[in-house]
C-alpha cells in the first residue's frame, strides 16, 4: 500500500487533518480533540481547553452525533473542568450503538473545538478490523509525519499507541537534540522534565503538534505507557533517568507523571479506589472476531532490570559476568506480577471459549530472543573503519554481550526470560492464537516466538519509533536489521532504519502485518508505502508461521 499525504481529506468524511484553531477572547482549543477505549456501547472523548486568564472553573459541551446521519443515536452532556485537571476535558459518552462511527466536538463561552471522528467496537459476527500500531515519538528527532500517515489512511478502526508517547528530556545536547529539525522543534519546557507541571508541559507540546491532532480526530485509541512517559528504562521502585538524590522521590516523580498521563491522553479513568497503574491491564472485544488485551510491564511489578555495568563488575581487565547471568536465569524476577499473569490467562481463556480468531496482545517491549550484532565480527573492515570513535565506545557493550551470550535488551523480555516462559504458558494452557504487538526499540520486527522448548507459541509484530532514533542509523548506508535477522532464529525480517507503524488487518483467516514507512521526517513533504508485509494464519489451536506477503 502507497499512500500520498496530499491524499484527499474526503477519505474521512470531516477536515480533521487540518484541526481548527478555535479562538476568542475568553478561551481556545488548542490541542485538538481525542476519543479512545472503545467499547461496544461507549467511547471517551477528550479535548483540553485553554483560557485566556487561568484560574478560574468553565463550564463545557459535548455533542457526538453518527456519522450516518440516521434518527436516533446523538448524545450531549455538560461539565466543569479547572486547573486541578489541568483544564483538560474527559467524558465517558455511554449508551451508543455496537460498531456505529460518531462526530464529536465541544464547546466552551461559545467557542467549538475541532471536530473528531470515533467509533465503537462491533458486536457480533465481524469480517475483519483494521489497526494502526504506533509508538516512540520524539519530538525533537522529526516531524510526526506517520502520525498524518495514520490520519490519511482510507480505514483504521482504531490506533493502538504501545507508549513512549512522550519523552523526558531535556534541552541541548540531550537525547533527539542533534537532528536537523530539532532547531524548530526543542522540547518544552527546555529540561528534563519531573515535577507535575513540567509533565503536563510537555504533554502539552506534543498535542499542539497539528499531526497528531490529526491522527487523535481521526480514530479512537488505546494507549498504554512504556519509560518515557515517567523516565528512561523505569521500573517498580526507579529508572535508569532517576537520580533520587538530585531528582527528588521516585514515587513523587512517577504519581505526577501518572496523573498528567490520564488528565492528557483519551483512556478511561481507573475505578474508584483502583491504583492508575492497574487501570493500564485492560481487554477489548472486536466483535467475534478478536480481542486485545493491554498488558503494562512498567511500574506495577518489574524488577530492576539487569546491568552491564552494575551486575558485571570488572576483574583484572575482564568482566565476571556470574552475577549477570545468575541474574537473569532467577526464576523470581518479574515483568509482571502474578496478578496480572493470572488475568491475563482469565481474558485469553475467555476469548477462546468465545470463539475468537485471535488474541492480540499489547506489549511495551519486544518479546523474542534477540542476540546481539557484534560490530567487529560482523561489519565489513570498511563498515567497521567508518564508524566514528565514540560510537564504537558506545557499541562496546554489545561487543561483549556478543562474546558472552547475553542478549541485546536487558530492559526488554530478554531480561527476564523465566517470567516471558510464565507467559508462554499462559498462551499455551489458554490454546491462544496470540498475535503479540510490540513498541519499544525503534525498529520493525516480524518474528516467530518459541518457548524453551522451541515450540512456536506466537507471532509477533514489532513497531517502528513515529520519528525515534534506531540503531540502523549508527553507520550510514548499512541496515543493521539484516544482521540481526540472520543472527536470530527468531526473528524473520527486522529494519533498524525506516520510520513509521504497522498496519494490522484481521480476519478470520489471516492477521496480516503491513510495515508502513515515511520517506522522511525531517521535511513536511513524503509519502508513505509498505516496507514489507508478513502473514500469520490459524494452526489448529495456535498460528501458523510467518509468510512474506
Known amino acids: 500500500m502507497t499512500i500520498d499525504r496530499r491524499q484527499a481529506l474526503a477519505l ?14 475568553a478561551v481556545s482549543f488548542k490541542h485538538g480533540v481525542a476519543s479512545g477505549d472503545p467499547r461496544q456501547d461507549r467511547v471517551v472523548l477528550w479535548t483540553r481547553v485553554t483560557p485566556a486568564k487561568p484560574g478560574a472553573e468553565l463550564a463545557y459541551k459535548w455533542t457526538l452525533n453518527p456519522v450516518d446521519r440516521m434518527a436516533g443515536g446523538s448524545k450531549s452532556g455538560s461539565g466543569v473542568t479547572g486547573p486541578a485537571r489541568d483544564y483538560t476535558i ?31 467496537l462491533p458486536a457480533g459476527p465481524t469480517k475483519d478490523v483494521v489497526l494502526a500500531v504506533a509508538s516512540c515519538s520524539l519530538f525533537p528527532n522529526g516531524y510526526f509525519n506517520a502520525y498524518r500517515a495514520i490520519a490519511d489512511l482510507p480505514r483504521v478502526d482504531a490506533v493502538l499507541h504501545l507508549g513512549d508517547y512522550i519523552y523526558e528530556y531535556g534541552g541541548p545536547g540531550s537525547y533527539g537534540m542533534d537532528s536537523a529539525v530539532a532547531g ?19 504533554h502539552a507540546q506534543y498535542k499542539s503538534d497539528p499531526d497528531t491532532q490529526a491522527a487523535h480526530a481521526r480514530a479512537p485509541w488505546i494507549t498504554v505507557w512504556d519509560d518515557h512517559e515517567t523516565a528512561n528504562d523505569s521500573w517498580m521502585h526507579g529508572a535508569e533517568n532517576h537520580q533520587a538524590g538530585k531528582e527528588g522521590d521516585w514515587a513523587t516523580r512517577k504519581a505526577a507523571a501518572l496523573k498528567a498521563y490520564f488528565e492528557w491522553m483519551p483512556i478511561r479513568e481507573p475505578a474508584a479506589g483502583g491504583m492508575l497503574e492497574d487501570a493500564a491491564m485492560r ?25 552491564l555495568k552494575e551486575d558485571a563488575p ?54 523474542a530472543r534477540v542476540m546481539p550484532v557484534s560490530p567487529k565480527r560482523d561489519l565489513t573492515p570498511e563498515q567497521y573503519a567508518s564508524m566514528p570513535e565514540d560510537v564504537k565506545k558506545k557499541m562496546a557493550r554489545f561487543e561483549v554481550a556478543a562474546a558472552s551470550g547475553l542478549p541485546a535488551g536487558l530492559d526488554m523480555w530478554d531480561g527476564y526470560p523465566a517470567d516471558r516462559e510464565r507467559l508462554y504458558d499462559v498462551f499455551k494452557a489458554a490454546k491462544a ?117
Open 90 to 120: 474527559k467524558v465517558d459518552a455511554t449508551g451508543l450503538d455496537a460498531g456505529r462511527a460518531y462526530t464529536f466536538e465541544f464547546e466552551v463561552a461559545g467557542v467549538k473545538s475541532p471536530m473528531g471522528r470515533t467509533r465503537t
Open 12 to 25: 474521512l468524511g470531516l477536515g480533521a487533518a487540518t484541526p481548527a484553531a478555535a479562538q476568542s477572547s
Open 283 to 307: 481487554s477489548f472485544d472486536f466483535g467475534d472476531l478478536a480481542s486485545l488485551i493491554m498488558v503494562e510491564t512498567r511500574l506495577t511489578a518489574r524488577d530492576q532490570q539487569a546491568s
Open 314 to 367: 570488572e576483574v583484572d581487565g575482564k568482566r565476571d559476568l556470574t552475577k549477570l547471568k545468575a541474574k537473569l536465569a532467577d526464576p523470581k524476577r518479574r515483568m509482571m506480577g502474578p496478578k496480572q499473569e493470572a488475568w491475563i490467562g482469565g481474558e485469553l481463556d475467555r476469548s477462546v471459549k468465545a470463539g475468537h480468531a485471535w488474541q492480540v496482545i499489547g506489549n511495551e517491549v519486544v518479546m
Open 184 to 202: 524548530v522543534r526543542p522540547h518544552d519546557p527546555p529540561h528534563e522534565i519531573l515535577t507535575l507541571a513540567d509533565y503536563r508541559r510537555r
Open 433 to 549: 492464537r496470540p498475535v503479540v504487538v510490540s513498541g519499544d526499540s525503534h525498529s520493525f520486527w516480524a518474528n516467530e516466538l518459541s518457548d524453551a522448548a522451541g515450540k512456536r507459541v506466537a507471532v509477533e509484530f514489532g513497531t517502528t519509533g513515529i520519528t525515534s532514533p534506531g540503531a540502523g542509523e549508527i553507520v550510514p548506508g548499512l541496515n543493521t536489521g539484516d544482521l540481526i535477522a540472520k543472527a536470530n532464529p527468531e526473528v524473520l525480517w527486522n529494519d533498524q532504519v525506516g520510520k513509521g507503524f504497522v498496519l494490522l488487518t484481521l480476519t478470520r483467516d489471516q492477521a496480516k502485518a503491513e510495515m508502513m514507512t515515511v520517506s522522511t521526517i525531517v521535511s513536511r513533504e513524503f509519502t508513505t508505502r509498505a516496507a514489507k508485509t508478513f502473514v500469520a494464519t490459524p494452526d489448529g489451536t495456535g498460528v501458523s508461521g510467518l509468510k512474506e506477503a
